[in-house]
T-cell receptor, first 107, second 113 residues
Framework: GQSLEQPSEVTAVEGAIVQINCTYQ??????LSWYQQHDGGAPTFLSY??LDGLEETGRFSSFLSRSDSYGYLLLQELQMKDSASYFC????????WGAGTKLIIKP | DAMVIQNPRYQVTQFGKPVTLSCSQT?????MYWYQQKSSQAPKLLFH???????NEADTPDNFQSRRPNTSFCFLDIRSPGLGDAAMYLC????????????FGPGTRLLVL
């Protein structure tokens, strides 16, 4: 079957770095997207990887390894406003979303 | 500013009473999506339109229908809402085949009494 797995919850400290992992199993895979969603809000696109390697966008970076069917989102210099849920979404023959990772940031 | 607009933001309906949710976009994107999202869960894709071509997900209940009269507007019709249909309904758009970059509206929260 097709699925994406990510941790349900991650806790980190303000100012630190946190990595949110996503492993996938999708047919016809051609890329992995990341979205941020604050409580009560809509998902917001963060990043997309079609090729192996690291994509950097400000404090956020995303990585993909096709050979390992694995990707991650890296958040640096964490701020309290980064407290949100983060979803990976696999793009292939179907669009499949992970269950989401709730990021809790402590002062 | 170009955007995705959903109306209303909150909708209350009665069990079994048909309801329609609306989405409009000023991005001129040719793909529009409808998602259902329940608390602490991932968005669940119900269907999407690629231009006028309708694509239904295999597990979307027949109770859910959609219409796209033109590029800018898309509607979600729930023919006979049940208590289990109470959720946030999200509309999203993307340009061409670029499903990886979707722009979401603020959502409509549906309450079924």
């Amino acid at each position: 079957g097709q699925s994406l797995e990510q941790p349900s919850e991650v806790t980190a400290v303000e100012g630190a770095i946190v990595q949110i992992n996503c492993t996938y199993q999708t047919s016809g895979f051609y890329g992995l997207s990341w979205y941020q969603q604050h409580d009560g809000g809509a998902p917001t696109f963060l990043s997309y990887n079609a090729l192996d390697g690291l994509e950097e966008t400000g404090r956020f970076s995303s990585f993909l390894s096709r050979s390992d069917s694995y990707g991650y989102l890296l958040l640096q210099e964490l701020q309290m406003k980064d407290s949100a849920s983060y979803f990976c979404a696999g793009i292939g023959y179907q669009l499949i979303w992970g269950a989401g990772t709730k990021l809790i940031i402590k002062p | 500013d170009a955007m995705v607009i959903q109306n209303p933001r909150y909708q209350v309906t009665q069990f079994g009473k048909p309801v329609t949710l609306s989405c409009s976009q000023t991005l001129n994107h040719n793909v529009m999506y409808w998602y259902q999202q329940k608390s602490s869960q991932a968005p669940k894709l119900l269907f999407h339109y690629y231009d006028k071509d309708f694509n239904n997900e295999a597990d979307t209940p027949d109770n859910f229908q959609s219409r796209r009269p033109n590029t800018s507007f898309c509607f979600l019709d729930i023919r006979s809402p049940g208590l289990g249909d109470a959720a946030m309904y999200l509309c999203a758009t993307s340009r061409g085949g670029r499903q990886e970059t979707q722009y979401f509206g603020p959502g409509t929260r549906l309450l079924v009494l």
